[in-house]
């Protein structure tokens, strides 16, 4: 993926309930791996977020986990990764996270998973970056977020143009490609003159 070197992947530090999100995650990893992406992540070696960085690292991928440091606990912290970033705190954290990503893909996970996905989205929206972002919507997990939007096109509160900056896919290679053929804006969708 001549554009995509490195990839921020957003996801839970449990592991849910539905085996086929954990199959999803083993499948990012070894998609990753082979494509020479390197994972970068929340560093940690539980959940989601552990499945995906193991399944790198059995592959011979290269990860860099990023970190709070009220966060450096030894039952959370993956230590085997390719670089660990240790920050003073999330806001830090997903900072780097935005620095250090040519794109960003968000799987299943909970209210930290949202918040670090609508917070990238929305400094897509504001033009603070141009990279893509990507919903691996596994086993349909996120089909009712995807309504919410869809409602909230309608109600008037989300443009189409910025619905559609986020990239869906079920499967990481279809995600992969659409990531790949991303038209970066060139303005912020939001900021009219009138507002300038």
């Not at 995906?52 to 993956?78: R, S």
């Not at 996120?142 to 096109?153: A, G, K, S």
């Not at 143009?161 to 990531?179: F, P």
Request: proline fraction near 3%.
């Amino acid at each position: 993926m001549k554009n995509l070197k490195k990839i921020c992947v957003f996801c839970g530090s449990s592991d849910g309930n539905d085996s086929k999100i954990t199959d999803a995650a083993i499948q990012v990893g070894k998609v990753f791996a082979q494509k020479e992406i390197t994972l970068v992540y929340g560093a940690a070696k539980i959940g989601v977020m552990g499945t995906i960085a193991k399944t790198m690292l059995d592959n011979n991928g290269e990860v860099i986990g990023i970190i709070p440091q009220f966060l450096k606990k030894k039952e959370v912290v993956h230590l085997g990764l390719t670089e660990l970033i240790t920050t003073q705190n999330m806001h830090e954290r997903k900072l780097q996270m935005q620095e250090v990503s040519d794109g960003f893909i968000a799987l299943p996970g909970g209210f930290g998973t949202l918040e670090e996905l609508f917070e990238i989205i929305t400094w897509l929206q504001l033009g603070l970056h141009t990279k893509p972002i990507g919903l691996l919507n596994v086993n349909g997990f996120y089909d009712d977020l995807l309504r919410l939007l869809e409602t909230m096109v309608r109600k008037g509160f989300l443009s189409m143009k910025n619905y559609e900056m986020l990239l869906v896919a079920t499967t990481i290679e279809n995600l992969l490609q659409k990531m790949e053929n991303f038209r970066r804006p060139k303005v912020p969708q939001w900021l009219k003159p009138e507002r300038t």
